[in-house]
C-alpha cells in the first residue's frame, strides 16, 4: 500500500470516453507498462430518513484493490467519520433501511483498466453514474512510500510526463492537510468520495 | 397584431407538490377523498372547548341542549341528514344524557334531604363444606387410580425380569442416551454416531437405530450380561477400522507395498454381534473418523502440488517424505461382510514383512489430532465473533478484477469463509433493529457476549470428543485472528492472497514425518560419532518434546577431567528438512538433510575443541602461546576442513611444543628445545650461542605416552617439559 493520487482528465469535445482511455492506454503500454486486470470503485448513497433528526448521509463505497473490506463514510454536518468493516457491512445496510434509504439514482462508479509499471500502479478508470459516462479518473499509486510529502514530487512527474503539459497536477485536496502522515487506504476512498461528490454536482443541478 | 405579446397562463396550482424528480418533473399529491377531508376537518375539533361546555352543563342542564340544537342546524346546513359522523354524534348525544342524569342524581344526594344514599350488603355465598370435602376426595381417588395401575404394570414387569433375569431395556437407553445422540424418528429410535456437532463436514452420515432386543435372544444373552438393547449400525461402518501410517525406504516393485493393508482374522463379524453396544457405537465412530480422515488425506494428495507427486492407489496414499524415504498412509478397514478391502495376498504378505516395517503409531496419533484440531477449528471461531465471516468480494467485483491472481483469490476467499458466512448470516437475519448506524455498530460487536453461550455449550460437545493430551500437534488451523480483521483493516489482495494460505492435513503429516526422519537420523550420527570418538566425550542432549517439526540438540564436547578448563558446546536446530547449527562462536551453519554434513561438521568440531584445550591447558601450565592457526596453509590438502596448528613455548622459554591438528590424520605433537643438545660447531656454524635457536621438530609418538586422554598427556608432557633439565 503506497500513496495514490487521484487525478481528474478531462474529455475533449467530440471524443468519446473510451476513445480517451485507449489513448491513455497506449501512451502507458508505450512506457513500457504491463496491464494487471480490471478494477471497479463504486459508491452508494443513503441518507438518513426526516425521523432521526438532521439529515446525515452515508456513502459505502467498495474498491476491488481491497476486495474483503467495504468503506463507509457519515458526513454529519462538518465532520466526516469512517468507518473500514467487512463485507457483511453491506448487509446490515440493508437492514438499516427503515433508516438510512438509498439514492439508488446516484450510485456511481470508476471502472477501467489497471497498469503496473514498477512501482507504480495506474488505473484509468472511467466514471459512471446510472451507466450515463461521467468523465474519466487516473489514479496513480506509488507503492514503495507511505508519505505523501516524501512522494509527491515523484507522483507529480509521472503524472504531468503522463498526462502532457496541458493538465495542471495538483495535491488532492484530502491530502493537503496529511502530507506528513501514514497514508492509509482509506485516503483513496475520500479522495473519491470527493470527486465523486463533484460528478454528482455537475450533473445534480436539476435534482436541487 | 404586430406588437401582442405572449401571455401563458396557468392555473394556480391546486394541489401540492409532493417530489421534483432529478428530472424536473413534479409529482402532485392527489387530491383528498371526502373521507379523508372528513378526517381532516374531524382534527380540527376541539375537544377542550366541549369540556367547557360540560361545566356549563353541570351549572345549567338545559343550556347543553341548546349546544346540542346548535350543532344539528350546523350539520343539517353541511349535508342532507345521512351524514357519516350520525352514529359517533347520538352516541355521544347518550353518553351526555347519561353524565347529565348521574351529575342531577350526585347533586339531588348531596343535599341529603330528598334522597339518601346507603351501603348495599354483598349477597352471601351459600357455602357447604362437606360437599366440597366429597369432591376432593373423589378426585384425589382418582388421581391414585391411575397412579396404582401404573405402579402395578411397572411392578409386574420389573418382577417378571427379574425372574427371567433381563436388562432394562429402558435403563440401557438412557446410558446410551447420555454418550449418545438419539432422536425419536417415525419409525423407530435413531442415533446419530458423526462428528459433525463436533466440527465435522464429512458428508457420509452415521445413523444407527436402536431397537429392542428380542426377548428370547436376550434371555439367551442374559447369563452372560447381554443388554437389552441392540443398536442397528449401517455396514459401512461395520468392522474395525484404523489409519496405519509407515514410513520405509523406497520399494521398487509395488507387490511388496500390499503389506500395509492388513487387518485381523475374518469372524469379525460375528464376534462383533456379541460386543456391548457401546464398543459397537465406538468402533463404528471410530471407523466414521478414519474414513473422514482418510478421505480428506486422498483429496489433498490429489490437490497438493508437490514436486514428486504424491500417489492414492485404492485406500493406500504415498508421498515422498525424504530422497528415498516413502511415507505410506493407509486405511484398514476389516468390515466383517465384505472382504474387497482386504487383498487376500496381503494377508499372506503381512506375514512375512509385519516384522519388518513397524507403523508409526506417533504420526497416526499425530493424524488423529490433526483432524480433531480441524473439527475444533470449525466450530471455535476466533473473536472478535459476529465479524468472523468476511463474505468476499460481490460477484461484480469479482469480474472487476478477472485476471488469475484475483479470482482465485476471489474463489479461495468464498470457499473459506462458507461456513462462516452461513452463522453469521442467520444471526444477522434474525436481529437487528436498530436505530442509527453507529450504534448499530456497536451492538454488533458486544452480541459477542450472547455468543459466549453458545460457545459454552459447544465446550461441552467439544470436551465429550476431545480426550485432553499433553501434545501440541495442533497447528494454525481455520481462519486466523488476522483473516478476521482483514476487512477492518482494508488488507489488500496480495495480503488476502498470504493469508488464504493454509497447510493441509497431509502437508503437516509429511512435515512431521520428515522431522521425525532428520531427528532420528541426526540422532544416529551423534550417537555414532560419541561411540566412534572417545577422546574428548561427546554429550548430547535432545530436547525434543515441545514440537513435532522441530527439536533441538545441545552438543557438548569436553574432555573428561578436563571439563572445567576447556569445553565446547553447539547447538543443532533440527528441523523439517534442514539442520541449523549454532557454534560456541556464534556462527550458524545450515545443513541439508544429509548426514554427512553435519558428521562432517561434528568431527571439525571435535579437532578445533582439541586445539583450544590444548591452548587453554597450556596458559594453565604457565606456557606461553607463540602462535596458533587454525587453517594452515600448509601440508596435504585436507579433505575435509583445513589443518590447525599452535605453538606453545615453556615457562622459561628452553622448550618448545608444536601441535598439528589434521581431521585426516589426527594430532601430532613435536617438541624443540634449546640449547639443543646437538650443537655441534661447523664450519658454517661456528659461534656456541647459535645454540640457543631452537633445534629441529621432533615427534611425539602420543599413542605410547601415560595419559588417560590428549590433554591429559599435553598436560604430563608440559609438566616434565618445565622441569628445569
Not at chain 1, 463505497?61 to 467519520?81: C, D, M, R, Y
Not at chain 1, 497498469?115 to 499509486?141: A, H, P, R, Y
Request: aromatic residues 6%; contains cysteine; glycine residues 6%.
Amino acid at each position: 500500500m503506497g500513496v495514490t493520487v487521484l487525478q481528474q482528465y478531462p474529455v475533449p469535445e467530440h471524443k468519446t470516453g473510451t476513445y480517451v482511455i485507449e489513448l491513455l492506454t497506449k501512451r502507458i503500454l508505450a512506457l513500457g507498462a504491463t496491464q494487471q486486470g480490471q478494477f471497479l470503485v463504486d459508491c452508494e448513497s443513503y441518507l438518513s430518513l426526516p425521523q432521526m433528526g438532521s439529515t446525515k448521509t452515508v456513502h459505502i463505497l467498495h474498491n476491488s484493490e481491497q476486495p474483503a473490506s467495504v468503506f463507509s463514510i457519515l458526513e454529519s454536518g462538518t465532520k466526516n467519520i469512517h468507518v473500514i468493516a467487512d463485507g457483511l457491512f453491506d448487509l446490515l445496510m440493508m437492514k438499516l433501511s427503515q433508516h438510512y434509504t438509498s439514492k439508488k439514482q446516484t450510485k456511481i462508479e470508476s471502472k477501467g483498466p489497471r497498469f503496473e509499471l514498477g512501482d507504480f500502479c495506474v488505473k484509468f478508470g472511467s466514471v459512471t453514474m446510472n451507466q450515463n459516462f461521467k468523465g474519466i479518473l487516473i489514479e496513480v499509486e506509488y507503492r514503495p512510500c507511505v508519505m505523501a510529502n516524501a512522494v509527491w514530487g515523484l507522483l507529480r512527474e509521472f503524472l504531468q510526463g503522463l498526462l502532457g503539459p496541458s493538465i495542471t497536477v495538483q495535491p488532492p485536496q484530502h491530502l493537503l492537510s496529511r502530507m506528513n502522515e501514514i497514508y492509509a487506504p482509506i485516503d483513496t476512498i475520500y479522495q473519491y468520495l470527493e470527486h465523486f461528490s463533484a460528478y454528482r454536482k455537475v450533473t445534480g443541478l436539476r435534482s436541487a | 397584431m404586430a406588437n401582442s405579446v405572449n401571455i401563458s397562463i396557468e392555473a394556480p396550482i391546486e394541489n401540492q407538490i409532493q417530489e421534483i424528480t432529478y428530472d424536473g418533473q413534479e409529482i402532485y399529491q392527489a387530491p383528498l377523498s371526502m373521507s379523508e377531508n372528513l378526517a381532516r376537518l374531524a382534527q380540527k375539533i376541539d375537544f377542550s372547548k366541549s369540556e367547557d361546555e360540560y361545566c356549563n352543563i353541570k351549572k345549567e342542564g338545559e343550556t347543553s341542549v341548546e349546544v346540542k340544537s346548535d350543532e344539528d342546524s350546523k350539520e343539517a346546513g353541511y349535508q342532507s341528514s345521512q351524514w357519516p359522523w350520525e352514529s359517533v354524534r347520538n352516541k355521544l348525544r347518550n353518553a351526555l344524557t347519561e353524565v347529565c342524569v348521574l351529575a342531577d342524581v350526585l347533586s339531588i344526594a348531596k343535599e341529603k334531604r330528598y334522597m339518601v344514599l346507603d351501603p348495599v350488603q354483598p349477597e352471601q355465598v351459600e357455602n357447604r363444606p362437606m360437599v366440597q370435602v366429597y369432591g376432593r376426595k373423589k378426585a384425589l381417588a382418582a388421581a391414585a387410580a391411575v397412579l396404582m395401575a401404573g405402579v402395578d404394570r411397572l411392578r409386574a414387569s420389573e418382577t417378571m425380569r427379574t425372574a427371567r433375569n433381563m436388562p432394562d431395556f429402558h435403563i440401557d437407553l438412557l446410558r446410551l442416551r447420555q454418550n449418545w445422540r438419539l432422536k425419536k424418528g417415525s419409525t423407530g429410535i435413531v442415533g446419530d454416531l458423526s462428528y459433525r456437532t463436533a466440527g465435522s463436514k464429512f458428508n457420509q452420515t452415521g445413523v444407527f437405530e436402536v431397537t429392542k432386543a428380542a426377548e428370547e435372544a436376550t434371555a439367551g444373552a442374559g447369563a452372560g450380561g447381554g443388554a437389552a438393547l441392540r443398536v442397528a449400525v449401517p455396514p459401512e461402518l461395520q468392522g474395525v477400522a484404523f489409519i496405519s501410517v509407515l514410513c520405509q525406504k523406497e520399494v521398487v516393485c509395488g507387490a511388496e507395498q500390499e503389506e500395509v493393508a492388513t487387518a485381523a482374522a475374518g469372524g469379525a463379524a460375528e464376534a462383533e454381534l456379541a460386543l456391548h453396544w457401546q464398543q459397537r457405537l465406538e468402533a463404528a465412530q471410530n471407523v466414521l473418523f478414519c474414513k473422514e480422515l482418510f478421505a480428506r488425506l486422498a483429496a489433498e494428495a490429489v490437490q497438493l502440488d508437490a514436486s514428486i507427486p504424491h500417489m492414492v492407489v485404492g485406500n493406500q496414499i504415498m508421498a515422498t517424505v525424504l530422497p528415498g524415504i516413502q511415507l505410506l498412509i493407509g486405511l484398514c478397514h476389516n468390515n466383517g461382510q465384505n472382504n474387497s478391502n482386504t487383498h487376500p495376498e496381503s494377508v499372506k504378505a503381512e506375514g512375512a514383512a509385519g516384522g519388518k516395517s513397524e507403523h508409526d503409531h506417533v504420526l497416526e496419533h499425530s493424524l488423529h489430532q490433526l483432524l480433531r484440531a480441524v473439527h475444533h477449528a470449525n466450530t471455535h471461531h476466533p473473536f472478535p465473533h459476529p465479524a468472523t465471516g468476511p463474505l468476499g468480494p460481490s460477484k461484480r467485483r469479482c469480474v472487476a478484477g478477472t485476471h488469475s491472481l484475483h479470482t482465485t483469490l476471489a474463489a479461495h476467499y468464498t470457499r473459506c469463509t462458507l461456513h462462516s458466512l452461513h452463522t453469521t448470516l442467520a444471526a444477522h437475519y434474525t436481529r437487528c433493529t436498530l436505530h442509527s448506524l453507529h450504534t448499530t455498530l456497536a451492538a454488533h460487536y458486544t452480541r459477542c457476549t450472547l455468543h459466549s453461550l453458545h460457545q459454552l455449550l459447544r465446550a461441552v460437545h467439544h470436551a465429550n470428543t476431545h480426550h485432553p493430551f499433553p501434545h501440541p500437534a495442533t497447528g494454525p488451523l481455520g481462519p486466523s485472528k488476522r483473516r478476521c480483521v482483514a476487512g477492518p483493516m482494508a488488507a489488500d489482495r496480495y495480503e488476502l492472497l498470504e493469508m488464504s494460505k493454509e497447510q493441509s492435513l497431509l502437508e503437516q503429516i509429511i512435515q512431521q514425518a520428515q522431522h521425525f526422519f532428520m531427528r532420528r537420523r541426526s540422532e544416529y550420527v551423534l550417537d555414532t560419532i560419541a561411540k566412534e570418538v572417545k577422546d574428548p566425550l561427546i554429550v548430547s542432549h535432545w530436547n525434543a518434546l515441545n514440537s513435532p517439526t522441530q527439536s533441538c540438540v545441545k552438543i557438548n564436547i569436553m574432555a573428561y577431567g578436563y571439563d572445567a578448563v576447556c569445553r565446547t558446546s553447539l547447538v543443532v536446530h533440527v528441523g523439517e528438512k534442514t539442520l541449523k547449527c549454532i557454534c560456541r562462536d556464534g556462527r550458524v551453519r545450515h545443513l541439508s538433510y544429509e548426514l554427512q554434513e553435519l558428521r562432517d561438521l561434528i568431527y571439525c568440531q571435535i579437532y578445533q575443541h582439541q586445539m583450544t584445550a590444548v591452548q587453554a591447558v597450556g596458559r594453565c601450565m604457565g606456557w606461553q602461546l607463540l602462535a596458533s592457526s587454525s587453517h594452515l596453509g600448509s601440508g596435504p590438502v585436507e579433505p575435509l576442513g583445513n589443518a590447525s596448528s599452535c605453538l606453545l613455548a615453556s615457562p622459561n622459554g628452553d622448550r618448545m611444543i608444536a601441535i598439528r591438528c589434521e581431521p585426516s590424520v589426527g594430532i601430532q605433537v613435536f617438541i624443540a628445545q634449546s640449547p639443543r643438545k646437538d650443537f655441534f660447531a661447523s664450519e658454517l656454524v661456528q659461534d656456541k650461542k647459535w645454540e640457543n635457536l631452537g633445534g629441529a621438530f621432533k615427534e611425539i609418538k602420543l599413542e605410547k605416552m601415560e595419559g588417560k586422554n590428549f590433554l591429559n598427556k599435553m598436560e604430563l608432557l608440559m609438566a616434565c617439559l618445565s622441569s628445569p633439565s
